[in-house]
């Protein structure tokens, strides 16, 4: 058969292309099993595995200039703020975030764009000989985050990136993401999670999240509890960093709120913003907000990068952050939110005042190890009905319990194992003028979101 052409590509050129695609599919898919089988470790805490990988690859943590941004909630918000900001002035930014809603890589983007797929098999294949001669010469070894963190910080070192913003992981001291040297150390606030793993209180959580303030690098915090400022105070005096404080050193104050975006005013460190416009909604945002403004001040003014006041302006504007208060839908309304603890619940019910509805119906899926009967405390007396459903996480537990904690306090109840149908059910009950609310695990909330998505296409 001859070697026909066709749009001028030849048959044969088209077969070649076709293969190679596939063989890049298939070496990413197996990169990705590799490191979906890490999982095996768990949660493993200290900086030993993860300094010993990085030292063997070259120690790319030193080639970055970093912001380190943790907390209990607003970390991803806050980074994705920072980081559109930055854009917006011209910068190439790396984000390193986790967990991911759809697909893995949304964990590790350089202005917006997931890492290439070959980037992963490749990344995997330097890394994965490494990881072979440690276990080898008797190191633990390293976990699925540690090597996703190796990852992020070899490929934004290979891509020269300007700067990278690095989301904690888990706690702050103990975190794997916590061998770099930043120039800003962000602490976005300390509430009650993971307290199997960083403590029962909350100056014991705050020592440590503050794990990350480091010597010579400024500190930002938006914690606003005495006894977590007091001790963020303390670590940053200890380690002679420059401490700013969100809500004392920058003030805002909300002109309105709507569904679907909201206007601020803002008394930076080093000037008034006026009519701040952000499309991400939520008092809590606000507060994510002006961290995201005090951190780009900071790198303007003591780090001397080139940013203007438009870029905090257009940055802000652009800024979205998928499951987290999306509105998805008008009429009825749909809203999806990752409040998967105490204060994640506080912030999303004092955020369900701004949106109108007759009915509202709460979808709910958790994890075993969080606070749950406070989290049914908050939530479930604001909803008309419950439909209860299952996070895709070996950590949910007796996740039917929540049926019975909904139950006692009174409200229609429905269990519904998989999160798309149960969604799906939720949405048949709506009127127009009703409200569903998905909300619970970052686990259930991207299956969910999904299967919302595909719902709502049919219309």
């Known amino acids: 058969m001859g070697n026909r052409e066709m749009n001028g590509i030849t048959e044969h050129e088209l077969k070649g292309e076709l293969q190679e695609v596939s063989s890049v599919e298939q070496e990413y898919q197996e990169a990705k099993d ?4 890490l999982t095996k470790f768990g949660m493993n805490f200290g900086l030993g595995r993860i300094e010993e990988l990085l030292k063997r690859v070259g120690n790319p943590e030193e080639r970055l200039r970093v912001v380190h941004i943790g907390g209990t909630n607003g970390k991803g918000s806050t980074t994705m703020m920072t980081a559109e900001i930055l854009e917006d002035a011209g910068y190439r930014v790396g984000v390193f975030t986790s967990p991911h809603l759809h697909d893995y890589r949304e964990r590790i983007t350089i202005n917006g764009e997931m890492i290439p797929k070959g980037e992963v098999t490749r990344l995997i294949q330097t890394l994965r000989p490494h990881l072979e001669e440690l276990v080898q010469k008797g190191v633990e070894h390293p976990t699925e985050f540690e ?4 990852m992020a910080l070899m490929y934004f070192a290979d891509q020269k990136v300007d700067l990278a913003l690095l989301e904690v992981g888990l706690g702050g001291a103990i975190d794997s993401t916590n061998v770099v040297k930043p120039l800003i150390s962000v602490i976005t606030n300390v509430g009650m999670d993971h307290m199997d793993y960083l403590g029962e209180t909350y100056e014991e ?12 690098a400024i500190t930002v915090t938006a914690a606003d509890r005495p006894e977590v400022l007091n001790v963020i105070r303390k670590k940053a005096l200890e380690m002679n960093s420059p401490l700013w404080v969100v809500g004392d050193d920058v003030r805002w104050e909300i002109r309105w709120s709507g569904e679907l975006e909201q206007e601020f005013d803002l008394a930076g460190l080093r000037g008034a913003y006026n009519k701040l416009r952000l499309r991400l909604v939520g008092e809590h945002q606000v507060v994510n907000a002006a961290t995201a403004v005090t951190v780009c001040e900071l790198l303007k003014f003591e780090c001397g990068m080139n940013l203007e006041r438009r870029n905090i302006y257009e940055g802000l504007r652009k800024a979205v952050w998928p499951g987290r208060l999306e509105l998805l839908s008008l009429k009825p309304k749909v809203l999806i939110d990752g409040a998967h603890n105490v204060d994640g619940a506080n912030a999303l019910a004092k955020a369900l005042q701004i949106f109108q509805r007759r009915r509202l119906v709460l979808c709910l899926g958790m994890l075993g190890d969080k606070e749950r009967e406070k989290v049914v405390d908050i939530l479930v007396p604001l909803a008309d009905e419950v ?11 007796n996740w039917e319990y929540l049926h019975k904690l909904v139950e006692e306090k009174g409200k229609s109840v429905l269990t519904i194992e998989e999160p798309r149908l149960a969604v799906e059910e939720a949405f048949k009950r709506l009127d127009k003028e009703d409200m569903l609310c998905v909300t619970g695990s970052l686990y259930m909330i991207a299956e969910a979101r ?9 219309g």
């Open 34 to 37: 590799y490191l979906m089988s």
């Open 450 to 458: 999904q299967a919302l998505l595909d719902v709502l296409r049919k």
């Open 387 to 397: 439909i209860i459903t299952k996070p895709n996480s070996p950590r949910s537990g």
């Open 205 to 216: 959580i705050a020592r440590v999240k503050a794990g990350i303030i480091k010597a010579g």
């Open 147 to 150: 090597v996703n963190t190796a």
